[in-house]
């Protein structure tokens, strides 16, 4: 028995005057998330100290905002969210001089993803029934699919969540704690998974799972995406002549892209949460998977699109929450392992194997489709790490 904490997330239905508060907070965590980056930056030119999220927060407060009235706007939005950007440049300026990312980018009205968080704070807060949630500062919001997120009620407890925007449709993402879960004990062998461009994953059982990308519902859709980009660039370069065209249509042709942006993605998640659930309920003992190089691959002009479509660290991402959920072990071989070019039959390595080679063809007398072979020996890998 043990207590866990699950995302939900899910399309909510917000009054007009709730629209207008969640975008107005959501620009402010921008301001103040370009101004800490920016404020940062000027204090490196000139020499002085580095400024942690904390101090910043305490001169936002207690020294800039009262030297300027006309910033006091900061402070009519919910103070947690405000908190929380500053928190988040922190964190990316953090990662930045550990050299696990580059330099922290400034967030750009209507490209970056900015969400409005919250937090309970007190047991008022953070209310959830059948068809609405109490959100801070919001009050009660209409949730479109009712009965997902789990009830007060039902003894489960909303810890925090995010409000975002997408495509002009907004959601909402909560960290629910589940109180005493029964995890069984999964006494079943455990599967080895070779993700791929061909095919999305390779299992070692057999099971192959196409690649979605290839359907003829994407392929559809990449089309019209294709045409709405291009009405788009002209209307771009209509404005920059001095033409006619007016901005709000400039604004109309860019939501549509966005909705078909955001389609295509969901249907891509919708894909990889069936394939995790599809796996998982088999009651695996471990799954071991390949520690890919996603940024190299994507540095290949050629493979990056189609890398990119796939969503891997998405995938590792949703199949190692599933794995705690189900008590599965989720092993993760060495990038450098050859799965691929290793004989599963005898264990020799074949040196000369090319990516084009889509049958392994062993000396042994050993043939086996590539991925079938790379799965089988993820699965019999012995030297790993648990994700």
Same mark, same amino acid.
Not at 209 to 221: E, M, P, Q, T, V
């Given at each position: 028995?043990?207590?866990?904490?699950?995302?939900?997330?899910?399309?909510?239905? $917000?009054?007009?005057?709730?629209?207008?508060?969640?975008?107005?907070?959501? *620009?402010?965590?921008?301001?103040?998330?370009?101004?800490?980056?920016?404020? %940062?930056?000027?204090?490196?030119?000139?020499?002085?100290?580095?400024?942690?999220?904390?101090?910043?927060?305490?001169?936002?407060? %207690?020294?800039?905002?009262?030297?300027?009235?006309?910033?006091?706007?900061?402070?009519?939005?919910?103070?947690?969210?405000?908190?929380?950007?500053?928190?988040?440049?922190?964190?990316?300026?953090?990662?930045?001089?550990?050299?696990?990312?580059?330099?922290?980018?400034?967030?750009?009205? *209507?490209?970056? =993803?900015?969400?409005?968080?919250?937090?309970?704070?007190?047991?008022?807060?953070?209310?959830?029934?059948?068809? !609405?949630?109490?959100? $801070?500062?919001?009050?009660?919001?209409?949730?479109?699919?009712?009965?997902?997120?789990?009830?007060? !009620?039902?003894?489960?407890?909303?810890?925090?969540?995010?409000?975002?925007?997408?495509? *002009?449709?907004?959601?909402?993402?909560?960290?629910?704690?589940?109180?005493?879960?029964?995890?069984?004990?999964?006494?079943?062998?455990?599967?080895?998974? =070779?993700?791929?461009?061909?095919?999305?994953?390779?299992?070692?059982?057999?099971?192959?799972? !196409?690649?979605?990308?290839?359907?003829?519902?994407?392929?559809?859709?990449?089309?019209?995406?294709?045409?709405?980009?291009?009405?788009?660039?002209?209307?771009?370069?209509?404005?920059?002549? *001095?033409?006619?065209?007016?901005?709000?249509?400039?604004?109309?042709?860019?939501?549509?892209?966005?909705?078909?942006?955001?389609?295509?993605?969901?249907?891509?998640?919708?894909?990889?949460?069936?394939?995790?659930?599809?796996?998982?309920?088999?009651?695996?003992?471990?799954?071991?998977?390949?520690?890919?190089?996603?940024?190299?691959?994507?540095?290949?002009?050629?493979?990056?699109?189609?890398?990119?479509?796939?969503?891997?660290?998405?995938?590792?991402?949703?199949?190692?929450?599933?794995?705690?959920?189900?008590?599965?072990?989720?092993?993760?071989?060495?990038?450098?392992?050859?799965?691929?070019?290793?004989?599963?039959?005898?264990?020799?390595?074949?040196? %000369?194997?090319?990516?084009?080679?889509?049958?392994? !063809?062993?000396?042994?007398?050993?043939?086996?489709?590539?991925?079938?072979?790379?799965?089988?020996?993820?699965?019999?890998?012995?030297?790993?790490?648990?994700?």
């Amino acid at each position: 028995m043990k207590r866990l904490l699950k995302s939900f997330k899910t399309e909510i239905n $917000p009054t007009e005057e709730q629209k207008a508060r969640i975008r107005r907070t959501i *620009g402010t965590c921008r301001y103040v998330y370009n101004f800490y980056l920016g404020h %940062n930056k000027a204090l490196h030119d000139n020499g002085k100290k580095f400024m942690t999220g904390k101090s910043f927060s305490l001169w936002l407060n %207690n020294e800039y905002i009262p030297d300027n009235p006309d910033k006091t706007w900061i402070r009519e939005v919910y103070s947690k969210a405000v908190k929380k950007s500053i928190e988040d440049g922190c964190t990316a300026f953090t990662r930045f001089f550990k050299h696990q990312s580059d330099f922290p980018k400034f967030k750009k009205k *209507g490209k970056s =993803d900015v969400k409005m968080y919250f937090v309970r704070n007190n047991p008022k807060d953070c209310q959830c029934e059948r068809h !609405r949630l109490k959100i $801070p500062t919001l009050g009660w919001v209409r949730i479109k699919e009712k009965g997902y997120i789990p009830t007060t !009620r039902d003894g489960y407890m909303i810890r925090s969540g995010t409000v975002s925007v997408k495509a *002009g449709r907004f959601y909402v993402s909560v960290l629910v704690e589940i109180p005493d879960v029964n995890i069984d004990n999964n006494s079943n062998e455990g599967i080895g998974i =070779d993700l791929g461009l061909k095919d999305f994953a390779i299992i070692s059982n057999g099971k192959t799972y !196409r690649n979605i990308n290839k359907s003829a519902g994407l392929k559809k859709l990449e089309k019209q995406l294709i045409r709405e980009q291009r009405s788009l660039s002209r209307k771009y370069e209509n404005l920059k002549k *001095g033409e006619s065209t007016q901005r709000a249509n400039i604004q109309k042709q860019k939501l549509k892209v966005q909705k078909l942006h955001h389609k295509m993605d969901n249907i891509r998640t919708d894909y990889i949460n069936k394939t995790i659930a599809e796996i998982v309920k088999t009651k695996l003992s471990y799954i071991t998977i390949e520690d890919l190089n996603v940024k190299g691959m994507m540095k290949n002009r050629c493979l990056s699109k189609a890398v990119a479509s796939q969503k891997f660290y998405e995938f590792r991402t949703r199949l190692k929450a599933k794995c705690d959920e189900n008590g599965i072990e989720l092993r993760v071989a060495d990038r450098f392992y050859p799965s691929s070019k290793t004989c599963h039959h005898c264990g020799s390595v074949r040196k %000369n194997l090319k990516l084009s080679d889509r049958i392994y !063809r062993c000396e042994c007398g050993y043939v086996a489709d590539r991925d079938l072979n790379a799965a089988l020996n993820l699965k019999d890998a012995k030297t790993y790490k648990i994700a």
